[in-house]
């Protein structure tokens, strides 16, 4: 049994309690950070925020944050594509922030003004990644995995995808996430193609998979799937490791695996947006998130992987040695991250678009 720790529910919970999908958090103003008005926008993922960082940075800073909230990555990139709003801070995937990169979305970031970057792990994977060479455009926030969520008192032991795209006997009792890169990516895993195919063949596969699956499927939530595991209203999900580890500790019959066939590696990055309104600021964000002590509240808040050493050093024992969060060798090396699909991104938009109007 899982130790209860004293938190809200979710990350979402927290955002709820708080009030509005958008929280400003004011404070007197100090001076010392710099010479821009003390105001940061910062637009997140739901629910993906510590119960004390916006406090505590206001508290150091005097810089007032106002918090916006974005479902998915397709759904920031399109906010910004026009023109940034009045976004500093953003947080897109690896492959997001590669896109961004690529036609002039984000800016540098300037390393002086982050000095708690001190604390990251050295390992390349978080300190030169491939889609972000030596973060020059952004910094990992947090990683971790795509799997499936499951009531194993309902459903017995799954390791498979099989459970979702094989099979009608979990039939209206399934979610799957709103989101087309990792639905249509575990179709391509499923089906023994990389998450990544840009094989016209391979795609059509895929989008026909799910359509032939549709039938089964209750519901593509949008961030929701573990609160309906939670409710019982299904009893299988397709969900981000984290928000299923914030459930098991009010629910035993909940469990969580990365599929057999590979799974999704993730990593969620923090970001400056071009035209950012107070880029000190955001500068200052980034390193008050990177503090040691900051950074394990925050873990310990949302339960994900952290790739800030110093910080995990703080976290929970029972998260840190919990193989739903930091997954063991073995199922790293199976699984895959996303990649930028260039002008393969088309069949993917065809193939999802051709699913949901199924």
Known sequence: MRKTLIRPRSRRSLLKGLGVAGVAISILPRRGVAAEEKKLNVYNWDTYIGETTLDTFTEKTGIEVQYDLFANNEELFAKLKAGNPGYDIIVPTDYTLADMISVGMVQPLDHSKIPNLKNIDPDPVFTDPS????????????????????RPSKTGEIDSLAAIFDSDKFSGRIALLDDQRSVL????????????????????QARDLLIKQKKHIKTLAGDNGQDLLLAGEVDITMEYNGDIVQIQAEDEDIAYVVPKEGGIVWFDNMAIASGAPHPENAHAFINHVYDAEVNAELTNTIQYATPNAAGRALINPDDLNNPAIYPPADVIAKSESFSPLGDGLRLYDEAWTAFKAA
């Open 185 to 204: 990516g575990y179709a391509l895993k499923f089906l023994g193609y990389s998450l990544n195919s840009t094989n016209p063949d391979e795609i059509t």
């Open 131 to 150: 889609f972000n060479p030596g973060l020059k455009y952004g910094v990992p926030y947090m990683w971790g995995t795509v799997g499936l969520g499951y």
